[in-house]
């Protein structure tokens, strides 16, 4: 059974920066995808930018531009670099992980970490 670490996120005044790493356990597969997503109280999970083991990315167009996603496939973590954040940012980001190569869908993946929160104060 695979688990996601998140790590990073907390508190900073809107147009600062923060990090989010992801590390995958048990994570044995080749070929795979890992993503952050969102989600606010009352709110729909939201992707927010994936990554995938033959290189590609993709991002929400809420984020284009001021997050980027790098993933470490040797290692097998995803780090997410936010800047310029908004207060429309804060939210809890969670990773997740998909055996396949799958799109920015929640339901695509089915691995996840507890999440970590990211408040973006105005």
């Known amino acids: 059974q695979m688990h996601l670490f998140e790590s990073g996120g907390g508190s900073v005044p809107a147009g600062g920066s923060l990090r989010l790493s992801c590390a995958a356990s048990?994570?044995?597969?080749?070929?795979?995808?890992m993503a952050w997503f969102r989600q606010t109280p009352g709110n729909l999970r939201e992707g927010v930018a994936l990554g995938t083991s033959d290189g590609r990315t993709a991002y929400a167009n809420s984020v284009k531009g001021r997050f980027t996603v790098s993933l470490d496939s040797s290692i097998r973590s995803l780090t997410l670099e936010m800047s310029n954040l908004r207060p429309e940012d804060t939210a809890k980001y969670y990773c997740?992980?998909?055996?396949?190569?799958?799109?920015?869908?929640?339901?695509?993946?089915?691995?996840w970490g507890r999440g970590t929160q990211v408040t973006v104060s105005a």
């Open positions: 048990e994570f044995t597969d080749n070929v795979y995808t």
């Open positions: 997740a992980a998909s055996n396949w190569f799958v799109g920015l869908r929640p339901e695509d993946f089915k691995y």
